[in-house]
């Protein structure tokens, strides 16, 4: 009988023939990726970028942590896309300004995968920690990205920041903490933006408000129920302050659709707010902020943040009407 020896996947093989050896494990393309880490990546994406920006290891691969961030991000290239292709027909290009950037992990990418082969168009990034500032100009330098600037300043300075045009056309605001989404929408209400794109987060300022006066609204209304516990206080202020913002834009002239950034199973912080200018100032949109504002007791702590004075403000004495709560909006 013929001797056979055992092979590690159980088949058998004549004695004294060669072993097969281990799979030949698959080796980084020349763009420095692996081919079935470049089959998640945009076509044409910069791997020496996404590496920079420690997306990818520095042999090319994608851990789990990395997919989560460069999905979000792709997720949201694919609302501003849209209205970059919108305002890409001028000479100039289109402007953006991209508030609470980080790393600038969004602008880089909005770069690499729109602006680069526009060859026009300008990003700005703007920043309050110096260190992340000057690492994004050094790595737009060595990347050759010319039409990308980087500011240290916070977003509310930005406004009057000599270094930003008069207009810009899109304003992009990823989880900027607390009242900074506020600041990024008064900065594009100043700039004439024709769209915004905002991810909310950590919208404290409004839980502290509510937190205010709890036994008096407690007595005067039955709806105070809803923030009477510190865990519902915190869900409602972010659920209030957004609602809040969105009817200001609407008052503002802007059209707006609310919709999850990725799945609730990648982020907590997931409500994308995109505004698009339109012109048209809602009336009714005005109102309704002005009464959601009075039913919370707000009107006073959070008034001229939404556009609205409160009753001393406006008129010494008495209530404010409707039409110059319209008319303090859509001034």
Same mark, same amino acid.
């Not at 509510?210 to 407690?218: H, I, Y």
């Given at each position: 009988m013929k001797k056979t020896?055992?092979?590690?996947?159980?088949?058998?093989?004549?004695a004294g023939t060669a072993q097969e050896g281990p799979a030949t494990p698959k080796k980084p393309m020349a763009s420095g990726a692996p081919q079935d880490v470049l089959s998640e990546l945009r076509p044409g994406q910069s791997v020496e970028l996404l590496q920079e920006l420690h997306i990818l290891t520095r042999d090319g691969r994608l851990n789990q942590d990395s997919r989560r961030k460069l999905k979000q991000v792709y997720h949201l290239f694919n609302f501003i896309e849209p209205l970059l292709a919108e305002l890409s027909a001028g000479a100039a290009g289109p402007t953006l300004a991209d508030h609470g950037a980080g790393k600038s992990y969004l602008g880089f990418i909005l770069y690499d995968l729109y602006f680069k082969a526009l060859g026009k168009g300008h990003i700005y990034g703007v920043e309050t920690r110096g260190e992340l500032v000057e690492k994004s100009r050094l790595? #737009?330098?060595? =990347?050759?990205? +010319?039409?990308?600037?980087? /500011?240290?300043?916070?977003?509310?300075?930005?406004t009057g920041a000599d270094d930003l045009p008069a207009q810009i056309d899109v304003v992009t605001a990823l989880h900027?903490?607390?009242?900074?989404?506020?600041?990024?929408?008064?900065?594009?209400?100043?700039?004439?933006?024709?769209?915004?794109?905002?991810?909310?987060?950590?919208?404290?300022?409004? #839980?502290a408000c =509510?937190?205010? +006066?709890?036994?008096?609204? /407690?007595a005067r209304t039955p709806l105070a129920?809803?923030?009477?516990?510190?865990?519902?206080?915190?869900?409602?202020?972010?659920?209030?302050t957004n609602v809040l913002r969105c009817l200001y834009l609407e008052a503002s002239g802007y059209q707006v659709t609310v919709t999850e950034l990725v799945g609730w199973e990648h982020s907590m912080k997931n409500e994308l707010i995109i505004a698009r200018y339109t012109g048209q100032k809602k009336r009714s949109a005005a109102e309704r902020l002005k009464a959601i504002l009075t039913e919370f007791g707000l009107e006073g702590a959070m008034g001229r943040r939404f556009g609205i004075a409160s009753q001393d403000q406006e008129t010494g004495a008495g209530h404010a009407t409707a039409e110059s709560t319209t008319a303090s909006i859509q001034a």
């Open positions: 020896d055992s092979t590690a996947s159980g088949r058998l093989r004549p790595l #737009a330098g060595k =990347l050759g990205f +010319g039409r990308m600037s980087f /500011l240290n300043v916070s977003v509310a300075e930005a900027a903490c607390d009242t900074a989404t506020d600041d990024a929408i008064a900065f594009g209400l100043q700039k004439k933006a024709r769209a915004m794109v905002l991810v909310p987060c950590c919208q404290a300022e409004m #839980a =509510l937190r205010q +006066g709890k036994t008096l609204q /407690l129920e809803l923030w009477r516990h510190p865990l519902h206080t915190r869900e409602l202020g972010s659920q209030v």
